[in-house]
């Protein structure tokens, strides 16, 4: 790969050998090598920057969790060495919370759950990031509801007037990288185009394009199979927020010879908290929801869908609403 150090043989590699030698080697200031010195981190709860930044945070989990693995379910990437490139890497992390940290006093309890993390890469770079972790799964492993951790994040932060402002469209960051040009056609755009006629309203769209044994992962680390279950699950979303708006942020796609065609998408929604569904009674906030999904089709559709956002981020805005 042009601009990247020999011992990679392509995107996946880079990113998984850089992902090992940070996490599990605990090489954390290889950071500083492998982040450009002022990149944006973009999470649901806000954008931080700069390798320096990241550094911190990383050691700061791995005090916490010391035994982190991260398991590599996916790479989903696009680019060439003309451009740039941008990987969507979905990790299966397995730890345990040892010591006392963001998640409150060590439990000693194992864990497992999902973060997707989607990297422009140059130069033996990644110079800017969007990640989204699923700290529903993670919080409710602990013995905590979403809701009740949100409230504490609040607390923690110092309060309603001075806590983070979770990330909307309105948060000012800086973008650094823009979508690699993609052919119309493929199974990226695809999968787009069912992701907005789903929040259009048109759930009839995914008995054409769901196998009827599709495996859907959700937020909180649930698992369900079958159409019927997953319709369910895109239908409450939608009448949570009827009347937020929903666009598609970024097209990944991979369709290798012999391989399950594969897209992911990053996404957002946003708008009133108007309706009755995931997060209990309206309450009339302001959300915005940050979402990555990948999916894999088979001969029938698709045939596995990991659908991944942040709850506790969406409840501390209603609760920043609600108190």
């Not at 989204?132 to 309060?159: C, F, H, S, W």
């Not at 650094?176 to 990226?188: C, D, T, W």
């Not at 399950?260 to 998408?265: F, L």
Request: aromatic share 12%; net charge negative; glycine share 8%.
């Amino acid at each position: 790969m042009k601009g990247f150090d020999g011992n990679f043989t392509d995107l996946p590699d880079y990113i998984l050998k850089i992902t090992y030698q940070i996490w599990e080697d605990k090489d954390v200031e290889s950071i500083r090598k492998y982040y450009s010195e002022d990149i944006p981190l973009r999470t649901p709860d806000g954008v931080i920057y700069g390798s320096d930044t990241v550094v911190k945070a990383t050691y700061a989990t791995l005090n916490e969790f010391p035994d982190r693995q991260l398991l590599a379910e996916d790479v989903i990437w696009i680019g060439n060495d003309n451009d740039e490139f941008l990987s969507s890497h979905r990790i299966f992390s397995i730890a345990t919370h040892q010591n006392d940290g963001v998640y409150g006093k060590a439990t000693g309890k194992k864990l497992g759950y999902r973060v997707i993390a989607d990297c422009a890469c140059k130069n033996n770079q990644v110079y800017d990031e969007w990640l989204v972790r699923d700290q529903g799964a993670i919080v409710r492993q602990l013995g905590m509801n979403p809701k009740t951790y949100a409230a504490n994040l609040i607390e923690m932060q110092g309060g309603k007037a001075e806590c983070k402002v979770p990330f909307n469209r309105q948060t000012p960051h800086k973008v650094f990288y823009n979508q690699i040009p993609i052919s119309q056609k493929n199974s990226g755009t695809e999968y787009a185009s069912i992701l907005s006629s789903i929040f259009q309203g048109n759930f009839e769209i995914m008995d054409k394009t769901y196998d009827r044994a599709v495996n859907q992962e959700q937020p909180g680390g649930f698992k369900v199979v079958g159409i019927n279950e997953v319709k369910n699950f895109w239908i409450n979303l939608k009448n949570t927020f009827p009347d937020a708006e929903f666009k598609v942020d970024h097209i990944a796609y991979l369709e290798e010879k012999n391989e399950y065609k594969k897209a992911s998408i990053r996404w957002s929604l946003e708008g009133k908290h108007s309706g009755k569904g995931f997060f209990s009674d309206p309450s009339q906030a302001n959300i915005h929801i940050m979402g990555i999904n990948h999916v894999e089709f088979g001969a029938r559709g698709i045939k596995n869908e990991w659908i991944l956002f942040d709850e506790t981020i969406i409840w501390k805005q209603i609760l920043l609403k609600t108190g």
